[in-house]
């Protein structure tokens, strides 16, 4: 083989490495998890559910109100114990029904829904007159609750951030775990205090 045959096959090799060389490193970058884009748009419809449906409580209890101005006062008295019954009522069986949908929901998108239940705010999730809870305000519930809790995700969201306990090597001590049952007495600030000590990392699936 003369030497020029030699430069090119060496050229070509080089050539064929490199571009092995750029296919891994792209395969490499697509691996990586890119934020979801639609993070802010789940968050800002959540509120702005929530935003509507306090004010439409608002606007029902001063149309209650004002059909009540003319009538004798024992009777708006007696009218409005009746009215409050019925919203307390109302809202109860709301709140359960609501429970049971989201956590139906959340099976299968968050590995605890019982956690999930805690976190997310329902407020803004609504019942119709047919006892049907608004199933896209469910699931935009649960992506907003992913966007602030993505370990929470049940297809691996826990290598997006690790509890308090992954610090500095060489600490052994582990904060202590707390369990369903002690979520179920705490606030969702405290949750998330406890999230941040990483009282929850079992919880959470965070080894």
Same mark, same amino acid.
């Given at each position: 083989m003369t030497n020029t045959d030699e430069s090119v096959t060496d050229e070509s090799t080089e050539s064929t490495e490199s571009v092995e060389q750029t296919e891994t490193e792209?395969?490499? +970058? %697509?691996?990586?998890e890119q934020p979801d884009p639609n993070a802010g748009a789940h968050k800002a419809l959540v509120a702005e559910r929530t935003a509507r449906k306090a004010a439409e409580k608002e606007l029902k209890a001063l149309r209650d109100a004002n059909a009540l101005k003319d009538k004798p006062a024992e009777e708006q008295a007696l009218e409005q114990a009746r009215i409050e019954a019925r919203a307390e009522? +109302? %809202?109860k069986a709301n709140k359960r029904l609501i429970g049971a949908e989201l956590k139906a929901a959340a099976t299968g998108k968050v590995k605890n829904p019982a956690l999930a239940l805690k976190l997310i705010d329902t407020s803004g999730i609504d019942v119709d007159d047919d006892g049907e809870v608004d199933s896209d305000a469910l699931n935009q519930a649960i992506a907003a609750l992913l966007v602030d809790y993505p370990e929470l995700?049940?297809?691996?969201?826990?290598?997006?951030?690790?509890g308090a306990d992954q610090g500095a090597k060489g600490k052994t001590s582990k904060p202590a775990q707390l369990s369903e049952q002690d979520i179920k007495s705490m606030t969702p600030e405290q949750i998330g205090a406890a999230r941040a000590a990483g009282q929850l990392n079992t919880l959470l699936g965070i080894k």
């Open positions: 792209s395969e490499s +970058t %697509e691996e990586i009522a +109302t %809202e995700a049940a297809d691996g969201g826990s290598r997006f951030g690790g």
